[in-house]
């Protein structure tokens, strides 16, 4: 079984799918390795919750598919989605955008930014001095950068900033301090 | 509890003692995360780790100084671009060398002990079993292997390998509840050194002709033109509301409201920001690693919980923020 269908089962166990689940229940069932790794994932999530009973008969599942095949079928109406969701592209990829689009807005404006990017190289002729350092307000320029990168952009990047500020919060008051900041360092590669 | 905490303070700080509290603490998973937080934050030290995140690998190394209660802290990225990150108890810096840019943060790292501390471990066990699970060499040091799990599905695990002597974590994963890993650490080589020279926290990038950003302050910002205070209606059992502010974010005019939750080791943040009329509005789901997000749209605001606990669980608080005002 592939790495692929692995996560794909892990991921649907765990209520995280985001694709089609109908289809890919149906995959699962029409293949034995399949339906055995379903049936150990539930039993290690089982054990690890500490809900097996003391002993298992292995038989449990020929059982239950016995019972299962002699159910009747139910023609339950479909779920209607409550949520039109619209899956972000996936937070790593939307990360890196952020960023990229954080840059573009300053390499787009630099010419109504002269000003402002003067104030800047005086700050920067000595980085090693604490410095006071401000945002060029994207909104107060004469071309409003919202102009210049997609929408999709725009909220990748607003995604981009609560994950920068929710690490802030989240390397101080945790044990694993680094990860958060190694999460920043390492977002490079996947761009 | 505090008595002890005392204890195992001064333990570290003198090392005649040290000794005796270990031999004590061993078999204690909840001692001993007690102490590694402390000699995360009391140690000098300077290491090299490998930061797992799905099939990416990448290289760091880290450099930590802590003088007379404050810490320094410098990360580097040996793997890729030379990115670094330089932290004091004032300021976070974020140097992108490929961009040019910098990217400056406040800090919020505080004195020893008063803030780095996770909540009261007898807090966090009610909702995570602790268990030692053994012995292991990671970087050539003795380490004792702990594991962390929780009691229901709507927060992750942790495995820690905490080195014997120093008490520093020297290998992390974080897990689902089937336990697969979403993240890793693991150092490859760890010093721990009486003296960190300055030099080595200063960052190797020279940032001439960089450009310098930084959140703007709350002054220059316009106030929300809703007083609307918010609140998740919904939040796992132990957790509660550690924080609420209200955040400059580089995107917005606005500051955006900032709602911080936690049960002492998982954290989860919840932004809720005003978006009339704009187009740029996502909703739904999505992952990086052990972080989860989950956004929603309502009367104008858009509303985002992000956190390291599974999807179920920042979804369930998304949706069930509302105003209380």
């Known amino acids: ?191 | 509890m505090k008595s002890q905490s005392l204890c195992l303070f001064l333990a570290l700080f003198l090392g005649g003692i040290q000794n005796i509290c270990a031999a004590e603490s061993s078999s204690e998973p909840q001692v001993l995360i007690d102490e590694m937080s402390i000699a995360s934050v009391s140690l000098n030290y300077d290491g090299v780790f490998v930061y797992t995140i799905g099939n990416q690998i990448d290289t760091l190394r880290i450099i930590h100084k802590s003088d007379d209660g404050d810490s320094y802290q410098r990360l580097i990225s040996l793997t890729g671009h030379a990115r670094e990150v330089v932290r004091n108890k004032d300021q976070v810096r974020c140097y992108f060398p490929e961009k040019k840019s910098v990217i400056v943060e406040k800090s919020r790292l505080g004195k020893l002990v008063s803030t780095y501390l996770p909540q009261p471990i007898e807090l966090i066990s009610d909702f995570y079993t602790f268990e030692m699970a053994g012995e292991d060499r990671i970087a050539g040091l003795d380490a004792w292997i702990i594991n962390i799990k929780p009691i229901d599905r709507y927060r992750y695990g942790y495995q820690l390998w905490i080195d014997k002597e120093s008490k520093l974590l020297l290998k992390s994963e974080l897990k689902n509840k089937l336990g697969v890993t979403l993240e890793k650490i693991m150092f490859a080589q760890l010093s721990v050194l009486d003296h960190i020279d300055d030099a080595l926290l200063k960052p190797s990038t020279v940032a001439e002709g960089f450009t310098w950003y930084k959140n703007a302050t709350n002054e220059a910002l316009e106030t929300s033109v809703s007083d609307k205070k918010w609140r998740a209606n919904w939040i796992p059992s132990g957790f509660s509301m550690s924080e609420q502010s209200k955040e400059p974010m580089l995107t917005s005019r606005i500051p955006v409201e900032h709602l911080v939750y936690s049960d002492g080791l998982a954290m989860v943040s919840i932004y809720v920001e005003k978006l009339d009329k704009q187009p740029d509005i996502v909703v739904g789901a999505s992952n990086f690693g052990g972080i989860n997000t989950y956004a929603v749209y309502t009367s104008g605001y858009q509303i985002t919980a992000v956190g390291e606990v599974p999807k179920i669980t920042v979804k369930l608080m998304a949706d069930s923020v509302e105003p209380y005002q």
Request: charged share 15%; hydrophobic share 35%; proline share 6%.
């Open chain 1, 1 to 191: 079984m592939s790495e692929h269908n692995k996560q794909q089962l892990s991921s649907l166990i765990d209520g995280e799918y985001e694709g089609n689940n109908h289809k890919a229940l149906d995959n699962v069932m029409n293949n034995q390795e399949m339906i055995a790794t379903w049936a150990r994932y539930h039993l290690i999530g089982d054990c690890l919750r500490g809900h097996l009973p003391k002993t298992i008969s292995n038989q449990v599942f020929t059982h239950v598919t016995n019972v299962l095949i002699s159910e009747p079928t139910v023609l339950a109406p479909q779920k209607i989605k409550t949520i039109n969701l619209k899956p972000f592209v996936g937070f790593a990829i939307a990360a890196s955008v952020a960023i990229v689009a954080l840059f573009t807005i300053q390499d787009s404006n630099k010419a109504n930014l002269s000003s402002t990017t003067k104030a800047f190289a005086t700050n920067t002729a000595n980085p090693s001095e604490n410095q006071t350092f401000s945002f060029p307000n994207p909104q107060l320029s004469p071309e409003s950068p919202r102009k210049l990168i997609s929408p999709k952009e725009i909220a990748n990047q607003r995604l981009n900033n609560y994950l920068m500020n929710h690490n802030q919060y989240r390397s101080t008051g945790n044990m694993n301090g680094i990860f958060p900041y190694a999460r920043l360092v390492t977002i490079e590669s996947q761009e």
